[in-house]
């Protein structure tokens, strides 16, 4: 009997997978391997937010269900709509613009089973997140791939989708500080974007986490700041990235109600919904945690000189934008992303990954995280340095 189903077969293999076997046999050989490949902090999460769950947990009435189960409790719901108004002047009703999500990748998926007919067609961007992807094949949509190049600043040229691929299509995923390239967006661009939404009858996605990580800090955004986006758009958050809450698993949706409305009723069939204790310690660091996310930028600014300074001595490129703890860098000639990958695992101890597993339009670049200590940093970039100085 063949238990795999169908929907399961047709999604593309991590292409991470192909490097795990290197990294087992380095780890075997006692290689001192030092990640770069994965964007989760190292830092803990702040000691406020903790005492905040701590306390939660010793209420009995929060070992029940989730109060308001799928939707999230109203005081989380009014607590991101209070640091959306704050943080980028977007004006949120808690009842019906904001959803809790059990992390953002759970969004992704309710959004498109909520919203996405089996073949429709949902645009997403090339390199992309691997979880779009995946869950477009889940709901038996047809991804199509509108690419990111680097002479438009890893921005899609919509405009230039074809007519007849924006008629058959119902969503389009971005994100925007984007992972793994790094760019960020302008309003300008939001605003062309929502027009042209507007035109094709498309429903627009931001995926947000890195909103806050972005330098300098002034330039952060969101797409709901564009006068009417609520009616096409929502705009997907998180506590992981941002507050270094990647295990607790908590999000957000916010912006337009219809959509809102939509993944909500997917939702009341999938999930009971966040632990109390988890939202209430959320709606603490959403209240107090600004000075933290200020001395976690000072942190990855810091390590992004490290890496830059000897990228820049060794004559690499990175093409960097503005926004998350990622770096992009240009592969040297000749190489193929995952041999060059291959390459700095094998002669360097160094794990980064190869712009190709986030599809075809990552060829010829590497991804880099600053999520690891400073000291390992500078150790993994002097053992690059030799490497490339080796040849
Ligand atoms: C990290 C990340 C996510 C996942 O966020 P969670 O809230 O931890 O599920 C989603 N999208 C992108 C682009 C990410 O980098």
Redesign the pocket.
């Known amino acids: 009997m063949d238990i795999l189903a169908d929907r399961l077969k047709n999604i593309p293999p991590y292409l991470f997978m192909q490097l795990r076997d290197k990294i087992r046999k380095a780890q075997a050989d006692g290689v001192d391997l030092i990640s770069l490949a994965i964007?989760d902090p190292v830092e803990p999460t702040p000691a406020y937010i903790i005492e905040a769950l701590r306390e939660a947990v010793l209420d009995p009435a929060n070992h029940q269900y989730p109060t308001d189960e799928h939707k999230g409790m109203l005081v989380f719901r009014q607590a991101v709509a209070r640091w959306y108004g704050r943080k980028y002047g977007v004006t949120l009703d808690p009842e019906t613009e904001v959803l809790a999500l059990n992390?953002?990748?759970?969004g992704?998926h309710s959004f498109i089973m909520a919203t996405v007919n089996p073949g429709d067609i949902v645009l997403m961007t090339n390199p992309g997140?691997p979880?779009y992807r995946a869950n477009i094949h889940i709901a038996g949509a047809e991804a199509y791939d509108v690419p990111l190049l680097e002479k438009n600043r890893f921005l899609p040229a919509f405009e230039e989708i074809p007519k007849k691929v924006c008629q058959k299509a119902k969503a389009f995923f971005l994100?925007y500080p984007n992972?793994p390239t790094g760019a960020c967006a302008d309003g300008n661009f939001f605003s062309r974007l929502v027009t042209w939404a507007k035109e094709h009858k498309l429903l627009l996605l931001n995926?947000n986490?890195?909103s806050e990580i972005v330098f300098p800090a002034d330039r952060r955004q969101s797409l709901l700041q564009v006068p009417g986006a609520k009616d096409v758009a929502v705009e997907f958050n998180?506590l992981?990235?941002a507050y270094n809450m990647?295990g607790w698993?908590i999000?957000m949706a916010v912006g337009s109600d219809k959509i809102i409305h939509a993944m909500s009723r997917y939702k009341e069939n999938v999930t009971s919904g966040v632990f109390n204790a988890i939202q209430l310690a959320s709606v603490k660091a959403m209240d107090a945690g600004d000075q933290d996310i200020e001395n976690m930028l000072t942190i990855y600014q810091r390590r992004r000189d490290i890496v830059l300074r000897v990228f820049d001595e060794i004559g690499m490129c990175a093409t960097g934008g503005g926004g998350t703890f990622y770096l992009w860098i240009a592969v040297p000639p000749g190489f193929s992303s995952l041999e060059f990958t291959t390459k700095l695992l094998e002669e360097a101890g160094v794990l980064v990954t190869p712009g190709i597993a986030y599809g075809q339009g990552g060829e010829g670049y590497f991804r880099l995280s600053l999520t690891v200590p400073d000291d390992r940093l500078k150790q993994a970039m002097e053992r690059i340095r030799s490497t490339i100085k080796r040849g």
């Open positions: 964007g992390g953002l990748k759970e992704i997140y979880a994100n992972n995926d986490p890195y998180s992981s990235k990647t698993r999000g």
